[in-house]
């Protein structure tokens, strides 16, 4: 099972190893979730409070020992919907915060999948009536076939058209996968090597995207900047 989405929510590995061990276990005392999850003693005790507390573990007392049990997975989706709450809540505030700002950085640098991913994030929201893409490689797909489809599902519904050149080693993803792609045309490169870079222009930003064992992400906010390289994008996606 991939559990990189639970990680993504905040879950720690141990309360991942806990929760999974107690779902298959079903009530159990602590000695089974120990052996299961392969953990040690003091970190399944301490786990076991840290879930309970969270309400993703529930416990009755039987005589001195505990018997615990996993609480419905739906409750995970209910966790999400309340916190999502309580984001949207402080938001408005978030928001007047940066507004306030006296001078926002032209360029900002993310690291990591996560940081990646904020990166694409920031570009979704960057405005402008399309997204163009240079020299995507097949190293790309490290972000996930799911975060793809799904962002490229919420630039479409945003009304804004893609034009992408690809590396010719996605060609074959992309057929397999071109009808979530609304709104969208692609073209491929020809070029004898496989390069690691990947660059996104939207509106009056960059993103500069290097797909190395650990991604690395630059952002450039600037619209002279933006503009030189939509030209050079065009001369590419003309001649293709």
Do not use: C
């Amino acid at each position: 099972m991939d559990t990189q989405i639970l990680e993504d929510l905040g879950f720690t590995n141990a309360e991942i190893k806990v929760y999974l061990s107690l779902l298959e276990l079903g009530l159990s005392s602590a000695g089974p979730i120990i052996e299961k999850s392969g953990l040690q003693s003091s970190v399944v005790h301490m786990t076991l409070n840290k879930l309970v507390n969270k309400g993703f573990v529930s416990f009755v007392k039987e005589g001195q020992r505990n018997h615990y049990q996993a609480t419905d997975p739906n409750h995970i989706s209910n966790y999400i919907d309340e916190k999502k709450k309580q984001f949207e809540g402080i938001l408005p505030e978030l928001l007047l915060k940066q507004k306030k700002a006296k001078q926002k950085s032209e360029v900002v640098t993310f690291r990591g999948i996560k940081g990646v991913k904020e990166l694409f994030y920031e570009l979704l929201e960057a405005g402008g009536k399309e997204h163009h893409s240079l020299s995507s490689p097949k190293e790309s797909l490290m972000l996930g076939d799911t975060f793809w489809i799904n962002y490229h599902k919420k630039r479409a519904a945003k009304g804004i058209k893609a034009k992408l050149i690809f590396n010719d080693s996605l060609k074959e993803w992309t057929m397999n996968n071109k009808k979530d792609f609304i709104k969208t045309e692609f073209k491929f490169t020809s070029v004898d090597f496989e390069p690691l870079t990947e660059t996104i222009i939207r509106n009056d930003k960059i993103g500069i995207i290097i797909y190395t064992e650990i991604p690395l992400g630059i952002l450039i906010h600037s619209k002279s900047a933006a503009d030189s390289y939509d030209k050079f994008w065009k001369v590419l996606w003309d001649g293709n």
